[in-house]
């Protein structure tokens, strides 16, 4: 019989700045973008006080700093290794495990004769080693794991792990009508808003829906998510998370610019980023999207806003190729003089490595230059990201976000390791 676990980290990004700062432990905290803009992480203490994820700091600066919360900048290097290790763990405690997202795995806990306590351990190992503090939420399928997850980390009354019974039990649907349809796995805010205009508010109102019915109005994929609700395991990863049709990277600068090899690094930076998330999903580009952009809040400057589609010759992956793509078309947008204020690059026309029509006379991938690739990538993902780079991404380091208040990186960098004093 199937049963999945989904152990999901509680507060992530801020829990791994209070592990290495004991004097943060009861302080709200919140984590904040690149550049230091937005909310994106929140303690307990920080959500205590109704502070919402994705507020622009300096709307609540002010609120911030009479409540005495302390505001950290991403730490993206700690809060990876972390997870690394993390997941490490849970590999050790069970032989088939799915990592998902930074924080969260899904575990195959088929044959466990007594699965709540099996979730029990796992909680308290992760503690016990590396400090964090999960939820574990237990059931027949992946969407159920999902959502008994979310139980977990709401109602005291599970202690931090939830196991559901079928969804014929009076309990679990009790648990089901008490929650909205948004809180279903893969169910957005627009299919949500959808779905109630249907009639189908609740949880429970999803799981006792017509399988048939919904896919022929809403699609296979969540057809399959009431067949999960059901206790019938159908639904995958790729299901919910589908490999991305549009790879954007890009991100505003620490201040303006004007030096164009600051741009041409912070270019090189993102096409980088983004041929690694490309060939990450197995995919390859037909073309990009170079864009470039002045500050639209600084009145006083020449507002200027630019993008530009280059197209590749043959679809590809090869991060050397989509750099020099990129910096043909970087160079018909530029305008000397202008001060930049973000810039990014989009992939665009994805498709499978291997599923797409090829020209007869066009130059393919050098299957070299793609085992070079997946090295470059196996190396930055084992010894940290940025560690094997092109050279252009290093013609200027002006172009670097701000992270005033980021932490010391306190278990990658020896000049940033946390000191012991007798």
């Not at 977990?152 to 309990?171: I, M, N, Y």
């Not at 249907?198 to 022929?216: F, H, K, S």
């Amino acid at each position: 019989m199937a049963l999945y676990a989904l152990v999901d980290a509680n507060n992530f990004y801020a829990s791994c700045e209070k592990i290495f700062d004991p004097a943060l432990a009861d302080t709200p905290l919140v984590v904040l973008s690149n550049n230091d803009g937005c909310i994106v992480a929140r303690s307990a203490e920080a959500k205590a006080l109704g502070i919402p994820m994705g507020a622009p700091m300096h709307q609540w600066q002010a609120f911030c700093d009479a409540h005495g919360v302390i505001s950290k900048s991403s730490n993206y290097t700690l809060y990876g290794d972390m997870s690394a290790r993390m997941l490490s763990i849970l590999q050790d405690m069970c032989p088939q495990v799915e990592s998902y997202s930074i924080d969260e795995s899904f575990l195959d806990l088929a044959g466990y004769a007594d699965a709540r306590a099996y979730g029990l351990r796992i909680r308290q190992r992760l503690q016990q080693d590396i400090k964090i503090t999960c939820g574990v939420g237990i059931g027949a399928t992946k969407t159920l794991a999902k959502f008994a997850n979310h139980l977990a980390k709401k109602q005291a009354e599970f202690a931090g792990v939830c196991q559901l019974s079928a969804s014929t039990c009076a309990r679990t649907q009790a648990l089901m009508a008490a929650y909205p349809v948004a809180e279903v796995w893969g169910v957005g805010r627009q299919l949500s808003a959808r779905l109630q205009a249907d009639g189908v508010e609740t949880v429970l109102d999803l799981a006792r829906c017509d399988p048939l019915a919904i896919q022929q109005r809403y699609g296979i994929v969540l057809a399959k998510t009431v067949r999960e609700l059901r206790g019938e395991p159908c639904l995958t990863l790729e299901d919910v998370g589908r490999p991305k049709q549009q790879i954007i990277a890009s991100r505003s600068f620490g201040t303006t610019i004007t030096d164009p090899n600051a741009i041409k690094a912070a270019i090189s930076h993102h096409v980088s980023r983004a041929a690694e998330k490309l060939r990450a999903q197995q995919g390859q580009c037909a073309h990009l999207y170079v864009m470039l952009r002045t500050n639209p809040f600084r009145e006083q400057d020449t507002q200027y806003r630019r993008s530009i589609l280059v197209p590749l010759a043959q679809a590809s992956a090869d991060t050397g190729l989509l750099l020099a793509a990129a910096m043909r078309g970087l160079k018909q947008i530029f305008v000397p003089g202008l001060r930049y204020h973000k810039c990014g690059v989009m992939l665009g026309e994805i498709s499978p490595v291997g599923q797409q029509q090829t020209d007869l006379f066009a130059p393919v991938d050098d299957p070299k230059r793609l085992r070079l690739m997946g090295l470059m990538d196996r190396i930055n993902r084992d010894q940290g990201a940025g560690t094997l780079q092109f050279a252009s991404t290093q013609l200027s380091n002006t172009w670097q976000m701000r992270t005033g208040n980021r932490s010391p990186r306190y278990t990658t960098c020896w000049d940033e390791l946390p000191i012991a004093y007798a």
